[in-house]
Each structure stands twice: as C-alpha cells, then as structure tokens.
C-alpha cells in the first residue's frame, strides 16, 4: 500500500523529548505521521501486529523501560517481517560502547539528542531525506554517527 507521507516512529520514554520530537516534525512541515511510543513492550506489540503499518524510520531510544532499545533491536532485526526497518538509534548517550554495540547489532544510524531545537529540526530533516536503500548498502562506522 503506497502512502503519500513518510511513516516516523518514536520509542522514547521521556515525555520532553517526545514533545521536542513532535513539535520539531510539525514546524518541519515534511508529510509526516508521528506515532509514539513509551517503552519497548509497547512498540514491540505495535511492531509485531500484523495490522502494523512498518514505519520508514523507526527513531529508537536506549534506555527504555519495560524492554530496552538494545532488546527492541535484536528483535526486531531477527524479525523476517522488520528486519528491512530503517533504525536510527536516538539516545542521551553518546558512550563507544553503546555505539558500537548498536552498530554490530545492526541499527542505520546513531544520533546523539541534540538539546537545541534548532539543531534537532536539522538533523531530523537530514534523517528523513537520506536515501535508506543506499545509506544502508555502504555502511561503515564512518557515516554510522551522525553529527551537525
């Protein structure tokens, strides 16, 4: 089923940055739909929902409750049916460890929240204009961090 928007989903639990996110994508006034999410077991059982619609970008924060965003990552690459998602890791943290962790695991993109709104417009802009299908094909660790 073709759509004329681009399908964002957000699993944060933190309610600022859910709100920071939203109102970044509004003022962007890019054709989206924003759905999300407040901790991992609740995306999981949106994601393995066969009335689901996948989402373009899936926008997954680390430190979640119920189920982590490491746990949401491995399944949802072990996943047939999600393994095609585009995810772009979106935490706090900006540890190597986490990562690279989230690199091995098989995440497109790691994006440290920015806390200026400014700079959050900007790198969500660049998020839902890269070309996944080609960013996914030549990924290295090089363009795995994204920074402005």
């Given at each position: 089923?073709?759509?004329?928007?681009?399908?964002?989903?957000?699993?944060?639990?933190?309610?600022?940055?859910?709100?920071?996110?939203?109102?970044?994508?509004?003022?962007?006034?890019?054709?989206?739909?924003?759905?999300?999410?407040?901790?991992?077991?609740?995306?999981?059982?949106?994601?393995?929902?066969?009335?689901?619609?996948?989402?373009?970008?899936?926008?997954?924060?680390?430190?979640?409750?119920?189920?982590?965003?490491?746990?949401?990552?491995?399944?949802?690459?072990?996943?047939?049916?999600?393994?095609?998602?585009?995810?772009?890791?979106?935490?706090?943290?900006?540890?190597?460890?986490?990562?690279?962790?989230?690199?091995?695991?098989?995440?497109?993109?790691?994006?440290?929240?920015?806390?200026?709104?400014?700079?959050?417009?900007?790198?969500?802009s660049e998020v839902?204009?890269?070309?996944?299908?080609?960013?996914?094909?030549?990924?290295?660790?090089?363009?795995?961090?994204?920074?402005?």
């Open positions: 089923m073709q759509t004329d928007y681009i399908h964002i989903i957000l699993a944060d639990d933190d309610e600022d940055d859910i709100l920071f996110f939203t109102d970044a994508f509004d003022e962007l006034k890019i054709n989206t739909k924003v759905n999300t999410f407040k901790d991992g077991e609740e995306l999981m059982d949106y994601l393995n929902d066969d009335q689901s619609r996948m989402p373009n970008v899936l926008f997954l924060d680390l430190n979640m409750p119920k189920k982590t965003g490491i746990e949401c990552l491995k399944e949802i690459k072990a996943s047939h049916k999600m393994s095609e998602i585009a995810i772009a890791i979106y935490s706090t943290s900006a540890s190597e460890e986490d990562i690279e962790k989230t690199f091995v695991l098989g995440a497109n993109i790691y994006i440290k929240k920015p806390g200026d709104f400014k700079k959050l417009k900007k790198l969500l839902v204009s890269i070309n996944w299908q080609y960013h996914t094909n030549g990924l290295n660790k090089d363009n795995f961090l994204l920074s402005l």
